[in-house]
């Protein structure tokens, strides 16, 4: 685990012209810093297996220093993010059974050798940036939010990549995204790693990559309607397709949003073959003992989600159809800790994804905006996902095999006054099947934040 420096150079060589004659008072003017402070308190008790509960809180800081451009036909600028994260309270070590609560890999905080979650950690990630026209170039640490590839946010503090991005709005209503990541510091951890995917990433017998292409584009066809398409690639496991059409229709009465999103992922490099796959270059899914291509990334992915508003109610339903052999493929760290994925079955429990092999799901949910009543600020939703003819890996039972989960959120922010922007939010979850990979978790999450503007 050894943190990259390989786009010093060129961090330095950016952040160097930021001082000479044209770090002009432009670039003083538009830069932004914000502190944001962030309780969190997180209760995991998994019921189907002989290990102890999952609890710890801490405190996060999280530093957002964003500049702004040089003058000139190109601008340069600099962003930096600092974060640290303090224990408060914890449980004994990692790997003890005989204990009623402990640290592990899916907790907030590192692990010593011990077993123990530190008691602090943080990072420090700077990122380059140049403009021209309406197009700009970030190099360094990055947070995408993309269908091939976003980043988590489900700690104290948050996952962030290392790589280089561009950015075009060169053509009127046209985003184009395209970019290279080579490393992730994950959520619980200071350190950087390099990149895998769901049944590869052990590290003492998987296999990792340091370079995963991605690009596409978002085109608004109209004010209600977009359209977007995206690619991903991880050398040596996969390659991805995305295409999405979200469309806005305003009803007599109501709103209605349809959101449809398709994905096509195939193998390429060392996962393509056999002798690549048996080096560990390896998908999570299903197969036969026989089967030649075993282990192989081979999946689609197809979903519908609609969803109706009216005066601060809404509800939505959903369905989501996965074939192929392998489960659905996404950049993910070590086992346990943690991925988010662009898909409408992306829950509060974040293991539960419901995106195994030749599993469909259906998705049916309520929500709403107590501002219609007069408590601006306070909102409840609520989500119930089931998942079924999964293809179990490990029993064998092809297309036997359920999964269900349930999502309660309840947030309030303050509008105003001298607490203005404090937040508070209780996330509650269920998660229980048959699949050799579920467990019957339930979950808790508290968290407390409050963003501080300093200029």
Excluded: C
Aim: aromatic letters at 12%; charged letters at 20%; glycine letters at 12%.
């Amino acid at each position: 685990m050894n943190r990259s420096f390989s786009n010093i150079g060129l961090l330095l060589g950016i952040a160097g012209g930021l001082f000479v004659e044209e770090a002009s008072a432009e670039f003083l003017k538009d830069s932004k810093a914000t502190l944001t402070l962030r309780n969190y308190y997180l209760n995991q008790d998994t019921r189907n297996a002989d290990v102890p509960r999952l609890d710890q809180w801490g405190q996060g800081f999280l530093l957002d220093f964003k500049s702004g451009y040089t003058e000139g036909v190109v601008g340069f600028g600099l962003d930096v993010l600092g974060t640290y994260a303090i224990r408060l309270d914890d449980g004994g070590r990692a790997g003890k059974t005989d204990i009623d609560r402990a640290p592990g890999s899916a907790g907030m905080f590192p692990l010593e050798s011990n077993g123990k979650s530190k008691r602090d950690f943080g990072r420090v990630g700077v990122t380059g940036k140049m403009r021209y026209s309406k197009t700009e170039l970030h190099v360094g640490t990055l947070q995408p939010r993309l269908p091939v590839v976003t980043y988590n946010d489900g700690r104290l503090l948050p996952q962030t990549y290392e790589g280089y991005q561009v950015t075009s709005r060169e053509i009127k209503d046209l985003t184009f995204i395209a970019g290279k990541l080579k490393h992730s510091t994950e959520r619980n951890s200071s350190n950087s790693d390099s990149l895998s995917i769901q049944g590869s990433n052990n590290r003492k017998t998987g296999q990792f990559s340091n370079q995963f292409l991605y690009g596409g584009f978002d085109y608004r066809l109209n004010r209600d309607l977009v359209i977007s398409y995206y690619f991903g690639k991880l050398q040596d496991f996969y390659k991805q397709h995305f295409v999405g059409l979200v469309h806005n229709w305003a009803l007599p009465v109501g709103a209605l949003k349809t959101d449809l999103r398709y994905y096509d992922s195939s193998s390429t490099g060392a996962n393509a073959s056999a002798s690549g796959r048996a080096e560990g270059y390896r998908a999570q899914g299903w197969w036969s003992g026989n089967d030649a291509d075993r282990y192989e990334v081979d999946n689609k992915l197809w979903s519908a989600l609609f969803t109706y508003s009216l005066a601060g109610h809404a509800i939505k339903a959903g369905y989501q159809k996965v074939t192929g052999h392998s489960d659905f493929p996404s950049l993910a760290p070590d086992s346990g800790t943690g991925r988010s994925l662009y898909l409408i079955t992306n829950t509060n429990i974040q293991a539960a994804k419901f995106a195994s092999a030749g599993e469909q799901t259906w998705v049916v949910g309520y929500a709403y905006d107590f501002g219609q009543i007069g408590i601006p600020g306070l909102s409840f939703s609520t989500t119930y996902y089931s998942g079924s003819d999964i293809d179990d890996t490990v029993d064998g039972r092809r297309g036997n095999s359920e999964e269900w989960a349930r999502d309660i959120t309840l947030g309030y922010k303050v509008q105003s006054g001298p607490l203005k922007g404090l937040g508070i939010d209780w996330r509650n979850g269920s998660w229980r099947g048959n699949d050799s990979g579920t467990v019957d978790r339930d979950e808790n999450r508290i968290m407390l934040s409050y963003s501080l503007a300093l200029f």
